[in-house]
């Protein structure tokens, strides 16, 4: 038996899309985390892991992450563990938060929060954008430790419902390539001993291009036995393009998570289909996931931070029946910040991204010149590269009354061109699931996309949005067929503002629930999420809805 309970629905592994899709923690400043809870229903112990989503269905939900800064409100638990880091032993101890029905459980060593003190969004991974820390395998070797300890040993009585250890009977969703050794030290550090006999791993690729590559030799490092070797075995297919960190025989990471997970996810069903597609795409490991099945499930967004009636940011709120008149003062509003002709009539372009060649703020700004003629205005935000940076400086110097460039990092200026612009422009070559255009639909800003991954499965063309086509993947190249796509399909969509159809679009875009509470087994299909073994079959909506579910439901 699952937990104990109910001595009849031993081995009941499963968990409904929905909660699975909860599996990343991006609103805690895309830090790699691990998820595992367990649950209790009035007939039966089982376990299924999802954050709010999860709590929403009455699981009990625990999120594991580095403790890169000092989180407010997360206390010291005061437990300590004892963890293997390459030649040495370290200690890491647990801090806690208990919020929005999710047990927050925060990974402390000196080697996260030492390094990122105070401001963990640029220095996570590395001193600079593009450097890795060299400790980095250690470093999530001990996450990874900790967070298969992190159910065990933490005493968590966190509601009134849970009390005392999540147990052993556990689902970990593991998130990007730092987390790819949970299934690995599951098998041997604890099953192989008898521990965690039924629990499972499910491995979530965010994006496929950071793949945790690292020289063959240091597999030594990770204190696993030989018999994982092959599945981090890897030898790039295109001989001299990727050489980092050292040319030829690697590890790589997300390999090994890959094969020896039981079960492999990513952020959208499109992507889904890309990643087996080819290398292009794939980035190589296509042929491994071709071995196994990649089930892709749409990122749910914060709904609480991302609603028109309550942002904090924007001055008049509105909802569908106001839209038409207070986007007008919230776009005039946002002219003035930025230093554009205040006009509500022109139409407003806006792009909020990283730069950097995934999200084609090159190519935007290649095609800018070959639609800024029309009556239009364009702001930019967004921070990475020094080149495409610049870019954004020489296109307000280029066009000062129609095109502005913010290179910060501005949450302020994002919620203001959201709920401000007309149009949100995502120029990706690759986009595993993309939040902004769900951050803008309910805004009613209308997006203008590439066709790739969840791009696709979340704009739908002339209905909440325009398709520009698939874009060449190729980094080093901006492709004139793809600047010219951006020009054509942006024309096409300013020949829509303004008219009945446009309207429409907004109203579309406001009508969706984009939240991650309405992923409900039904509504993708009626497919669970399945573990293959005994019992694992769905269960039947709203009758394991516990009480928790009601009270912890995170959004409004
Ligand atoms: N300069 C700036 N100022 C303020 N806010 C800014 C900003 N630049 C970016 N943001 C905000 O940061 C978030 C980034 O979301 P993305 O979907 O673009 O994630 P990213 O590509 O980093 O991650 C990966 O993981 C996510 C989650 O799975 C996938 O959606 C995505 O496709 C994949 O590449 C958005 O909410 C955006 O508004
Ligand atoms: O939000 C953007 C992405 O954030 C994460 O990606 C980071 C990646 O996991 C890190 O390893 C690192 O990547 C660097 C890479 O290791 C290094 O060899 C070099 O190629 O530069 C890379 C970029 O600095 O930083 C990435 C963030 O920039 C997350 O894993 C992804 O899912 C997100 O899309």
Not at 485 to 501: D, N, S
Request: one cysteine or more.
């Amino acid at each position: 038996m699952v937990g104990g309970g109910d001595g009849g629905h031993r081995g009941r592994w499963w968990v409904t899309e929905m909660e699975v899709a909860e599996c990343g923690l991006w609103s805690l400043k895309k830090s790699p985390d691990v998820f595992c809870g367990s649950r209790r229903s009035h007939r039966m112990w089982y376990v299924v892991v999802g954050e709010v989503a999860g709590v929403a269905n009455g699981h009990r939900v625990m999120t594991v992450s580095p403790r890169y800064d000092q989180y407010k409100d997360a206390w010291d638990t005061e437990v300590e563990i004892e963890v293997k880091a390459g030649d040495k032993t370290e200690k890491v101890r647990f801090f806690h938060c208990y919020k929005r029905g999710v047990d927050r459980v925060f990974v402390d060593h000196p080697m996260f929060l030492e390094k990122v003190w105070g401001k963990t969004t640029s220095k996570i991974y590395g001193p600079i954008a593009g450097i890795d820390y060299q400790d980095n395998q250690i470093r999530f070797s001990l996450l990874c430790q900790a967070a298969l300890e992190a159910p065990r040993v933490l005493d968590l009585n966190s509601n009134e419902y849970f009390s005392g250890p999540y147990g052993e009977e556990v689902v970990f969703i593991a998130n990007d390539w730092h987390t790819a050794l949970v299934p690995c030290y599951l098998k041997t550090m604890y099953q192989s001993m008898g521990m965690y006999t039924s629990a499972k791993v499910a491995y979530c690729i965010h994006n496929i291009a950071y793949q945790g590559r690292f020289a063959f030799s240091d597999f030594a490092l990770l204190n696993l036995p030989d018999e994982f070797k092959s599945s981090f075995d890897f030898i790039d297919g295109w001989v001299n393009k990727y050489e980092k960190p050292v040319k030829g025989r690697k590890i790589n990471w997300m390999k090994a998570a890959i094969l020896e997970s039981h079960k492999i996810l990513t952020v959208s069903p499109y992507y889904a289909q890309e990643l087996v597609s080819g290398p292009d795409k794939g980035v190589e490991l296509d042929n491994i996931l071709r071995k196994t099945t990649v089930q892709g499930i749409v990122n749910g967004m914060d709904v609480q931070e991302w609603n028109p009636m309550t942002d904090k940011y924007t001055t008049v709120k509105f909802d569908a029946t106001t839209v038409m008149s207070a986007k007008p003062l919230i776009k005039e509003a946002l002219q003035a910040e930025v230093g554009l002709p205040v006009d509500k009539k022109i139409p407003v372009i806006g792009f909020i991204g990283r730069l950097e060649e995934q999200k084609g703020s090159d190519i935007l700004a290649a095609a800018i010149p070959e639609f800024i003629g029309n009556d239009v205005q364009i702001i930019v935000l967004g921070t990475g590269k020094k080149a495409m940076e610049k870019q954004l400086d020489d296109l307000e110097i280029e066009y000062p009354q129609k095109a502005r460039g913010v290179a910060k990092f501005n949450v302020k200026l994002a919620h203001m061109i959201i709920a401000g612009a007309d149009f949100i422009i995502v120029p990706s070559r690759f986009e595993p699931c993309g939040l902004i255009q769900l951050q803008a639909m309910p805004y009613g800003c209308v997006p203008i996309v590439a066709s790739t991954g969840g791009l696709v499965d979340t704009v739908k063309e002339g209905y909440t949005g325009f398709q520009m086509g698939a874009f060449n993947v190729e980094c080093e190249t901006v492709d004139p067929a793809d600047v010219s796509a951006i020009a054509k399909t942006v024309t096409r969509a300013l020949a829509v503002y303004g008219t009945p159809a446009f309207s429409e679009m907004i109203q579309n875009c406001m009508a969706q629930e984009l939240s991650w509470k309405v992923k409900t087994c039904q509504e993708v299909g009626g497919r669970s999420f399945e573990f293959g073994v005994e019992g694992s079959e769905a269960g039947i909506d709203g009758e394991e809805i516990a009480p928790l579910a009601k009270e912890n439901v995170a959004t409004p």
